[in-house]
């Protein structure tokens, strides 16, 4: 099969197997060769932006956007350079775009975002040895979209409406044990997701109690020589916090006190760690979460 008359084809950030995060920029060339030995006249380039993750208002071209179908026009009205491309000349034209920084999530099956660009050069101009109406050649270049989960860790002295009832005087008194419910939710976006993990490690005298719950087929659990909890869970939906209550886990701790405790917060919990694996795109997913004290800043019915 012989070389195509003209060539075409696209580099996203400068290679052609990207995968692309919430807020990125997206640099696009569209390299272009005339493979024959007569010039090519009044070419025209087009690429249509197909996805629904495109910022369409942060568009930057030279080009000219057609709105109906998101895509974008190169001629020699404001590309000079395509009145005439030479032979064996090659040249590119370039554009950028950012993805947008929030999904587009309406249905349960919004979910695997990709970006796409359908992209077409031609011209009137055609070599003798080719029986057709214009030169023209067409290429196109995907993008994944990676997914995000986030992970929200909070804490309450009060927190009927959890099923689990704490005890203890509050505020806090030195020597005395004081209960607190801890509450791990798990909102995931635009993927599905496998092999989630959700750790964190208690403050200093703060015990497990043992009451725990969830609303998925696994809770957490409890390692009493290293004072870590871990939850494991094998699977998550795209949209599972978005369209549905997030994953939800809550286990009760217990706070005594010491003298070197008095006039400060005490750590209930140290910062939480998520990690999981897209399984769109293969990518390991990371996220986490602040610390929580008896400060208690998520429970209106206390003040610290």
Avoid: C
Avoid at 217 to 241: C, F, H, K, L
Avoid at 257 to 274: A, E, H, N, R
């Amino acid at each position: 099969m012989g070389t195509s008359p003209l060539s075409l084809n696209i580099l996203l950030n400068g290679d052609q197997d990207v995968i692309v995060r919430l807020g990125d920029t997206l640099n696009y060339t569209l390299n272009y060769v005339n493979n024959i030995d007569i010039g090519l006249r009044d070419v025209i380039i087009s690429a249509q932006l197909v996805g629904e993750m495109f910022d369409l208002s942060t568009l930057i071209t030279d080009g000219f956007l057609r709105s109906f179908d998101k895509t974008i026009i190169w001629n020699v009205a404001n590309t000079p350079s395509l009145a005439v491309v030479s032979p064996g000349a090659s040249g590119k034209i370039e554009f950028q775009i950012d993805a947008k920084d929030l999904y587009s999530i309406k249905r349960l099956n919004d979910k695997n975002f990709i970006l796409k660009i359908n992209a077409t050069i031609e011209s009137p101009t055609v070599p003798q040895f080719v029986a057709a109406a214009k030169t023209i050649s067409i290429t196109s270049q995907e993008a994944k979209v990676a997914g995000q989960a986030t992970i929200d860790a909070k804490a309450f002295f009060r927190d009927a409406s959890s099923g689990i009832v704490n005890k203890g005087s509050w505020p806090l008194k030195v020597g005395e044990a004081t209960n607190f419910t801890i509450h791990w939710l798990i909102t995931n976006y635009g993927t599905d997701i496998k092999n989630i993990e959700v750790k964190s490690f208690l403050g200093g005298n703060i015990r497990f109690t043992g009451e725990v719950k969830s609303n998925t087929a696994t809770i957490p659990t409890y390692n009493e020589r290293t004072q870590e909890v871990v939850w494991t869970i094998d699977s998550i939906s795209a949209g599972s916090g978005v369209l549905s209550r997030p994953l939800e886990a809550i286990f009760q701790v217990e706070a005594t006190p010491s003298v070197s405790d008095i006039g400060k917060y005490m750590t209930l919990l140290q910062g939480t760690q998520f990690k999981a694996t897209d399984d769109f795109t293969g990518l390991e997913m990371q996220a986490s979460d602040m610390s929580l004290t008896t400060g208690l800043k998520d429970d209106p019915t206390v003040t610290s």
